[in-house]
């Protein structure tokens, strides 16, 4: 089974900038889509943003406009780079895939904290 390990986390100032990736164990030759995911203290995982096997990207609202998924080597090495960062952002990310349209099964990293103070 694969699995993803997420680098890239740390704390950053408002206002700031961050990249985090998140790079397979094994080389992906197929998947459907891949996504990243966030969740704070005491609230519920969220979905951030996420990519398809065709190039299409989708982004919650609180994100649009700052976040941006990218993905390299199809689903192998995932990026999530992250701009205007505020206290609202911090939260542990995780990145996810799915490996087909209908997979009841996705596969998901261990999680990265990111902090977002001054």
Same mark, same amino acid.
């Given at each position: ?22 790079? &397979? ?27 398809? @096997? ?13 976040? #941006? ?5 199809? &689903? ?9 960062? @505020?206290?609202?952002? #911090?939260?542990?990310?995780?990145? @996810? ?8 099964? #996705? ?7 990111? #902090?977002?103070?001054?």
């Amino acid at each position: 089974q694969v699995q993803f390990v997420e680098s890239g986390g740390g704390q950053v100032q408002p206002g700031g900038s961050l990249m985090l990736s998140c790079r &397979a164990s094994e080389t992906i030759d197929s998947f459907f889509s891949v996504a990243w995911h966030r969740q704070a203290p005491g609230e519920q995982r969220e979905f951030v943003a996420s990519t398809n @096997n065709d190039g299409f990207s989708h982004y919650a609202d609180s994100v649009k406009g700052r976040f #941006t998924i990218m993905r390299r080597n199809r &689903a192998s090495t995932i990026f999530l780079e992250m701009t205007n960062l @505020n206290r609202e952002d #911090t939260a542990v990310y995780y990145c @996810n895939l799915q490996p087909s349209k209908y997979s009841q099964t #996705t596969f998901w990293g261990q999680g990265i904290q990111v #902090t977002v103070s001054a």
